[in-house]
């Protein structure tokens, strides 16, 4: 089955950093558009960050200049580096990304990394 396997989250200081990473597993045909999304308490999934096939990128206004995606697609990964974390960064992150697989084109979503930036 093809999956979304997400690692990196935890718990840092204001200031810090940390590092996401989310590698797909399965028969994989190809990938399109991968990217991050955060949800924090009370508040809807909103996107963080997006990479295209091409390697083009987008950032949601509140993270620009302090998080980068990039991808490795011969490991089939794509990674956040988040730089100068501020509590209001605390939430839920969420790899997502276009699959071709067996079943057609599909999204897949991972399992959800928890992210907590202390004061």
């Known amino acids: 089955q093809v999956q979304l396997v997400e690692s990196g989250g935890g718990l840092v200081q204001a200031g810090g950093s940390l590092r996401l990473s989310c590698a797909a597993s399965g028969i994989i045909f190809s990938i399109n558009a991968m990217g991050w999304y955060r949800q924090a308490p009370g508040k809807q999934r909103e996107l963080v960050a997006v990479?295209?096939?091409?390697?083009?990128?987008n950032y949601a206004d509140s993270v620009k200049g302090r998080f980068t995606i990039s991808r490795d697609n011969a490991k089939k990964t794509v990674h956040l580096q988040m730089n100068s974390l501020k509590p209001e960064d605390t939430a839920v992150y969420y790899c997502?990304?276009?699959?071709?697989?067996?079943?057609?084109?599909?999204?897949?979503w991972g399992q959800g990394s928890q992210v907590t930036v202390s004061s």
């Open positions: 990479i295209s096939s091409g390697g083009s990128t």
């Open positions: 997502n990304a276009r699959l071709g697989s067996s079943g057609g084109t599909v999204g897949y």
